[in-house]
């Protein structure tokens, strides 16, 4: 158990330790300042030219999401129609059928949005044609529309008045070409060296211990799992994920996955501090969300290493902790830390079966996503952070008698409702979505629908709840890992996930975008002695306790009768 404990240690400050120096070299490539990837300039010129694009002519917050939109809607069509036709495209050695049209409506803007929520099995529900040139492509397009916006946001704080904030283009381009492709370049290489397959041949036969003959799939995995965690996206080309043994081979491949995912999102917020020379700034952001982060997991690795006390009252000793749905390659500990970090983070990767966890885990992973931004997917997470910040400045500025001012802008009712709109839009939509999908199991479960609701829930009662509440929650916050005993793979879930999905990925970044144009076109006030300062502890506690207070309790009823009842029900 100790030794668990300690490579979870490690791997975090491992990650920090290599984030820190990753956050300084972000900063400096959309500063323009000299990196030693500058050799890349060329190919972004003949990208820029080749596309008609002039980066030298800056945009407003307006022409950047104007940008953003058009081009992922161009992106949404292509991944749809291919999905459907992947049957009759190449690379598709295993003989995989198209999509149906609500499977493909669904999968198509899972991976658009950066939630890689999966209704399919990655073997045989896509090929190796769909799986390179739609899920790889936007693995890295969606994670550099989430970081684009962010640099939006960077650059507007940076300035004293301006409505011009750089290029679009500018910024989506640089973040593939400078970081996502060299860092996932090294991943791939780490992981196809350690046993993660790297051909194009078809599924292989090979004669189990038990004297089964069996048929594997295989592929080109290891290039679309290093981008996969690198850019918080987290869809499998397995369907088990990486608790498939050919996802994730071994611990260091285990270790390595660990840290891409955790990777850029600790290393945008230091590159914020950098990119603004504001260090102290950085270092309240980083401190609450860790604060955040450890108060999810100590809990669940507690639960975890401690087994099951249903099972316990059986007298049957559990050494390992609770073992149920985890791999023996990793342990209980691992998978615990794995399980929060890639719910705080947004990318639903899984090494264990999270519908197996204890209930006090899946209280935790539910509430790093309710909350959405410990960390948070690439990009969006500051992004997710910045509105809190706008409230509690708002709430700070009211409580001294004294107008709310950020950055030397005062924030007026226009910045707080959209800044509340925002907030609120999250718990809305999974508890609409939650409420809809209730209703439909308890007054129409005889349906006469291709998957009638009474076959949706795998497991009665309070578990059955916690199921539909984690899906509606994992596509709201654009997460995609799932309790799998829910039968999702039919048109409601399809159809309602979806509409969730579009909802949670782009208005969280329309708002904030929004708030900081406007804020960025206001005349700057110098500090005085009476300016609320940002990079202070006391500052930090009042973001903390806005998220508590506005994000987490919003979900409490909800929380209380799926995996809390069911916690209690094991005592």
């Known amino acids: 158990m100790n030794s668990e404990i300690?490579?979870?240690?490690?791997?975090?400050?491992?990650?920090l330790a290599l984030a820190i120096p990753l956050g300084r070299y972000i900063a400096r490539v959309f500063k323009g300042e000299k990196t030693w990837l500058d050799f890349m300039a060329p190919l972004e010129r003949f990208i820029f030219r080749f596309s008609g694009i002039d980066t030298r002519k800056e945009m407003s917050w307006k022409q950047h999401l104007y940008a953003l939109l058009t081009i992922n809607s161009v992106w949404l069509l292509y991944a749809f129609v291919c999905l459907m036709a992947q049957g009759h495209l190449p690379l598709n050695p295993d003989g995989n059928a198209g999509q149906s049209a609500d499977t493909a409506f669904n999968t198509a803007i899972s991976f658009l949005v950066n939630c890689n929520l999966q209704h399919y099995s990655g073997e045989s529900g896509a090929t190796y044609f769909t799986q390179h040139f739609v899920f790889m492509f936007l693995h890295f397009v969606s994670a550099a529309t989430g970081i684009a916006a962010l640099v939006v946001l960077f650059r507007a704080l940076k300035d004293k008045v301006t409505d011009k904030l750089g290029n679009f283009w500018d910024y989506f381009v640089k973040t593939i070409t400078r970081i996502l492709l060299p860092v996932s370049f090294v991943i791939a290489v780490i992981l196809a060296f350690n046993g993660m397959t790297t051909s194009y041949a078809g599924k292989d036969t090979f004669i189990s211990m038990q004297g089964d003959t069996v048929q594997v799939s295989r592929g080109p995995a290891a290039a679309l799992v290093a981008i996969k965690h690198l850019g918080t996206n987290g869809g499998g080309w397995f369907g088990a994920n990486s608790a498939h043994p050919i996802e994730n081979p071994n611990y260091l491949t285990n270790t390595t996955e660990l840290v891409a995912q955790v990777l850029i999102p600790i290393a945008l917020v230091f590159a914020l501090g950098f990119y603004l020379n504001k260090k102290k700034l950085a270092y309240v952001i980083f401190g609450v969300m860790t604060l955040g982060m450890l108060m999810l997991l100590i809990p669940t690795m507690n639960a975890e290493l401690h087994g099951n006390p249903a099972i316990a009252k059986m007298g049957i000793s559990q050494p390992t902790g609770a073992m149920e749905g985890k791999e023996v390659r990793f342990g209980p500990a691992s998978s615990a830390y794995w399980s929060i970090v890639t719910t705080i983070i947004s990318t639903g990767s899984v090494n264990s079966m999270h519908d197996s966890a204890m209930p006090v885990s899946g209280t935790m992973m539910l509430l790093g996503m309710m909350v959405n931004c410990f960390y948070g997917g690439c990009g969006v997470g500051i992004l997710n952070f910045y509105i809190f910040i706008i409230i509690a400045v708002f709430i700070s500025g009211l409580m001294v008698g004294r107008t709310p001012e950020f950055f030397g802008r005062k924030i007026e009712a226009r910045e707080m409702k959209i800044a509340s709109l925002i907030a609120l839009l999250h718990p809305f939509i999974i508890l609409v979505g939650l409420a809809i999908s209730s209703y439909v199991l308890v007054h129409m479960p005889g349906a006469d629908w291709a998957v009638k609701p009474s076959a949706w829930l795998n497991n009665p009662g309070n578990h059955g709840f916690s199921e539909m509440l984690y899906e509606y929650t994992s596509a709201a916050a654009n997460n995609g890992s799932g309790f799998e005993g829910l039968g999702d793979g039919n048109i409601f879930w399809n159809v309602?996930?979806?509409?969730?999905?579009?909802?949670?990925?782009?208005?969280?970044?329309?708002?904030p975008l929004a708030i900081a144009g406007l804020l960025a076109n206001k005349k700057y006030i110098p500090e005085s002695a009476g300016t609320l300062k940002s990079d202070t502890s006391t500052f930090g506690v009042m973001i903390f306790a806005v998220i508590m207070i506005i994000a987490a309790l919003s979900f409490f009823p909800s929380?209380?009768?799926?995996?809390i009842a069911e916690h209690f029900s094991l005592k």
């Not at 490579?7 to 975090?12: M, S």
């Not at 969730?500 to 329309?510: A, D, K, N, Q, T």
């Not at 929380?559 to 995996?563: F, H």
Request: net charge positive.
């Open 6 to 15: 300690t490579g979870v240690v490690f791997t975090y400050l491992l990650t």
């Open 496 to 511: 309602t996930t979806g509409i969730v999905m579009i909802l949670g990925r782009f208005l969280p970044i329309i708002g």
């Open 559 to 563: 929380l209380a009768l799926g995996p």
